[in-house]
Every structure is written in structure tokens, then in C-alpha cells.
């Protein structure tokens, strides 16, 4: 099983509202991503869990909190956002090794609208 | 610090003839190298990767791509292109499990 899922698929919520985006894979990698991407660029990393502790924020606004409950799932909860914050977010996950790099495999995304 | 350049934002081309994106990379030692497609609202599909067993490099679909360090490039072709083709296409460089993605370069195929 390669596979990452995310749910929900689409996501429309209003700036006052509490929400949580869900990654899942079964595929026993040990690092997963959280990247926003807007339209017509490349995807902007957000946060790194690497064996179920965050290791890297790319100074994030807190309105935006991540979660890894356990080394399959990854959440995103999400609490006062503004319009601006709109866009796909996509989820990855790939093996950790020493030195060099794995491939990350990529959900297919939520995308999320904040009116 | 490793980054990689898309040299076109943009390439048009008629279905069944020859694909060529082109992507330029700075590193200062041996990189990994990947190229990911992805077609409009889905994710990011891995096409193939360099990890220095290979200077050429098959992946999906027919693509392929060259590791030409004197050249420090990594462009990606394909004989022949497909309708399915049509997409956005990344370049990126990967430094120790931090992907560093090219800007894209959106291919358009034309019946």
C-alpha cells in the first residue's frame, strides 16, 4: 500500500470556525509533512514530524496546530483562519534515513476555502 | 544551500511529439534529485528520482531524465507525449529529507 489519504476532499469553513484536516498512511514511514500550496506554485512546507515529534515549523501562524497521534495519522487543526489562508493542503510521507533523502509520497489533497 | 531552477514556466507541445522540461540545480555535493507531476487539483505524483546509482533514469509513464553534473542539469524528456500528459511538472532537490521544490513548468499538449 503507497498510499496517503486526507479527508475531508473539499473544505469550506467561515474565520470563526474550528476545523481539523486528517492524513493517514500505512506504508510504517516515520516522517510526515504538512505543505500549503496556492495556485500556480510550487508547495510551501509547513510543518515536519519525524517519529511522531514535530522537528521542523516553518514559522507558521498558530491559527494553524499540528497533531501526530500515533506514526500513521497526522492532523490539522485549524482555529480562526482568514481568507488568505485558502489553498490546497497536502500531506506527504516518506522513510527517515541518516544522510541523503527518500521520496515523499503525497496525498491528494484538501482544499480548503476560508470565507 | 541546494536549490533547483525550472527554466520555463511554460512549454507547449503537439501530441506525439517530443517532451523536454529543463531543470538546473545548485549543490555542492552530490544531490538527490526528483521530478513530481501534478495534473490539476490532485497531488504531487513521483515520475522518478536520481540518488546517484544512475546518471540516466527511467520513470512512469515513459519519462526520463539525465543526471548531467558537468551541466549541473536534470531535465526530463519523454519520445512522445500524451494527451494525459498535459500537466504541472516540479523539479526538486532534496537535501536531507527537506524537499526544495522548483517554481514548475506547466506542460500543455496539443491535439
Known amino acids: 500500500d503507497t498510499e496517503v489519504t486526507q479527508t475531508p476532499k473539499h473544505l469550506v469553513m467561515g474565520m470563526t470556525n474550528k476545523k481539523s484536516l486528517k492524513c493517514e498512511q500505512h506504508?510504517?514511514?516515520?516522517?510526515m509533512y504538512w505543505y500549503k500550496q496556492k495556485a500556480k506554485k510550487p508547495p510551501e512546507l509547513m510543518f515536519v514530524?519525524?517519529?511522531?515529534?514535530?522537528?521542523i515549523n516553518e514559522s507558521v501562524p498558530s491559527r494553524f496546530s499540528p497533531e501526530c497521534p500515533n506514526s500513521s495519522l497526522l492532523n490539522l487543526h485549524l482555529h480562526a483562519l482568514q481568507p488568505e489562508d485558502s489553498a490546497l493542503y497536502l500531506c506527504a510521507s516518506s522513510p527517515l534515513q541518516a544522510s541523503g533523502s527518500y521520496e515523499q509520497y503525497f496525498g491528494p489533497g484538501t482544499r480548503l476555502t476560508v470565507t | 544551500a541546494q536549490s533547483v531552477t525550472q527554466l520555463d514556466s511554460h512549454v507547449s507541445v503537439s501530441e506525439g511529439t517530443p517532451v523536454l522540461l529543463r531543470c538546473n540545480y545548485s549543490?555542492?555535493?552530490?544531490?538527490?534529485l526528483f521530478w513530481y507531476v501534478q495534473h490539476p487539483n490532485k497531488g504531487l505524483q513521483l515520475l522518478l528520482k536520481y540518488t546517484s546509482a544512475a546518471t540516466l533514469v527511467k520513470g512512469i509513464n515513459g519519462f526520463e531524465a539525465e543526471f548531467k553534473k558537468s551541466e549541473t542539469s536534470f531535465h526530463l524528456t519523454k519520445p512522445s507525449a500524451h494527451m494525459s500528459d498535459a500537466a504541472e511538472y516540479f523539479c526538486?532537490?532534496?537535501?536531507?529529507?527537506?524537499?526544495?521544490f522548483g517554481a514548475g513548468t506547466r506542460l500543455t499538449v496539443k491535439p
Open positions: 514530524y519525524s517519529y511522531e515529534k514535530l522537528s
Open positions: 526538486v532537490v532534496s537535501p536531507n529529507n527537506d524537499m526544495r
Open positions: 549543490s555542492s555535493y552530490s544531490p538527490s
Open positions: 506504508m510504517g514511514h516515520r516522517a
